[in-house]
Structure formats: structure tokens, C-alpha cells
T-cell receptor
Framework: NAGVTQTPKFQVLKTGQSMTLQCAQDMNHEYMSWYRQDPGMGLRLIHYSVGAGITDQGEVPNGYNVSRSTTEDFPLRLLSAAPSQTSVYFC?????????????FGPGTRLTVL | GENVEQHPSTLSVQEGDSAVIKCTYSDSASNYFPWYKQELGKRPQLIIDIRSNVGEKKDQRIAVTLNKTAKHFSLHITETQPEDSAVYFCAASKGSARQLTFGSGTQLTVLP
């Protein structure tokens, strides 16, 4: 599982509902990130974190919040779901040591907002 | 910010032929260029990557070339097999950062 777990695998929400997508890693890697994948658009970075207590925005952060209270967990919160947030969400981890850029993705969460 | 363009969006080849996918990037400071393979319904997985201090890298049937002057890099798959059928994504990042900017993907179909 690339050392990254995501829950749930599937979720259907109504417009305006809130929810949290969970992401956990067991490799003690400092760097974690969230991407969304839409058809024909590749993956786009939502938020990322370089360690516990540190988060920053990516390319498409609006409508999402994150926190990083521990190295292992990096949850993504949708504050008020909108149909435009229908997407597949991938969490990733990476070691921040020199020369090792590889990012390992979780299995994804498929979210539908009605 | 960085912009990565990827071509073609779809590519069909006969089994045994070669496939080439090309990407261009806009930020001359980018120095890390990975390629990911994504099978239907699965996660993206790294297949090869290259850094800006290297012009070419090869791993069995897969190779990547980088032209820093022209700001483009390419994925070459030789002797294609049906199991190579997937969506391939290029990406770029800079410095010690891990934030990746992805291309829009290429659906590769290898015809038996």
C-alpha cells in the first residue's frame, strides 16, 4: 500500500455538507501532501506539509483545510462541499532527506458531491 | 508558477513498437522531473525520474531524456507490451521542494 492509507475509499456528499478525508502513513516521512485528480487535468496540489505543525497551500487550496498534529496523520477537511469538488483525492508521502524526491501515493478517495 | 504541458493526450502503438511522450515546462528553476504510471482505478506510481544535472536516464525498456535549454523532457518506452497500457503523467518540481506540477496525462494503449 506504499505505506499510505486513505479512508474512506468512496464518499457521496450533498452540497453544503462537511467531511474529513483521512490520510495516514507509517514511514515517519516528514512530507505529506494532498492532490485532486480530475479527468483530463492531471493531479493538482491542494495542500502540503513538511512536518508536524507546518502546513502550506498548493495550487488549488480554496474550500479545503488541513492540519498536521502528528507526523503520521494529515487529514483534509472539506468545509462546505460543492459539486466542483467532485474528484478523486490522493494523499502522498515523501522523505525530505537529500536526493530522495520520490512521492508515494495512497489508494485515493473517490468523492462525489451532489 | 510552473506550467507543465504534455503531449499527446492519447497514443496507440502496436505491441513491440516504441512509444514517446513529451512534456515541456515553464520554470527554468525546475530541477526534478518524475514520470508516473497510473492504471485504471489505481494510484500513480513512479516509473522513472531525472534530475537537471543529467541528460538521460535508462531503466530497462524505459528511458527519459531532458533538454534544459529547450525546457522539455520525454519518456521513451521500447518494445511495448500490453501491460504498458495505462495513463502516464510527467511532473516537475524545483529545489528541495516536493511540490509537483503535473502534466495532463497521456493514455497509452498497446495493441496486441
Amino acid at each position: 500500500n506504499a505505506g499510505v492509507t486513505q479512508t474512506p475509499k468512496f464518499q457521496v456528499l450533498k452540497t453544503g455538507q462537511s467531511m474529513t478525508l483521512q490520510c495516514a502513513q507509517d514511514m515517519n516521512h516528514e512530507y505529506m501532501s494532498w492532490y485532486r485528480q480530475d479527468p483530463g487535468m492531471g493531479l493538482r496540489l491542494i495542500h502540503y506539509s513538511v512536518g508536524a505543525g507546518i502546513t502550506d497551500q498548493g495550487e488549488v487550496p480554496n474550500g479545503y483545510n488541513v492540519s498536521r498534529s502528528t507526523t503520521e496523520d494529515f487529514p483534509l477537511r472539506l468545509l462546505s462541499a460543492a459539486p466542483s469538488q467532485t474528484s478523486v483525492y490522493f494523499c502522498a508521502r515523501s522523505y525530505l532527506g537529500g536526493g530522495q524526491n520520490e512521492q508515494f501515493f495512497g489508494p485515493g478517495t473517490r468523492l462525489t458531491v451532489l | 508558477g510552473e506550467n507543465v504541458e504534455q503531449h499527446p493526450s492519447t497514443l496507440s502503438v502496436q505491441e513491440g513498437d516504441s512509444a514517446v511522450i513529451k512534456c515541456t515546462y515553464s520554470d527554468s528553476a525546475s530541477n526534478y522531473f518524475p514520470w508516473y504510471k497510473q492504471e485504471l482505478g489505481k494510484r500513480p506510481q513512479l516509473i522513472i525520474d531525472i534530475r537537471s544535472n543529467v541528460g538521460e536516464k535508462k531503466d530497462q525498456r524505459i528511458a527519459v531524456t531532458l533538454n534544459k535549454t529547450a525546457k522539455h523532457f520525454s519518456l521513451h518506452i521500447t518494445e511495448t507490451q500490453p501491460e504498458d497500457s495505462a495513463v502516464y503523467f510527467c511532473a516537475a518540481s524545483k529545489g528541495s521542494a516536493r511540490q509537483l506540477t503535473f502534466g495532463s496525462g497521456t493514455q497509452l494503449t498497446v495493441l496486441p
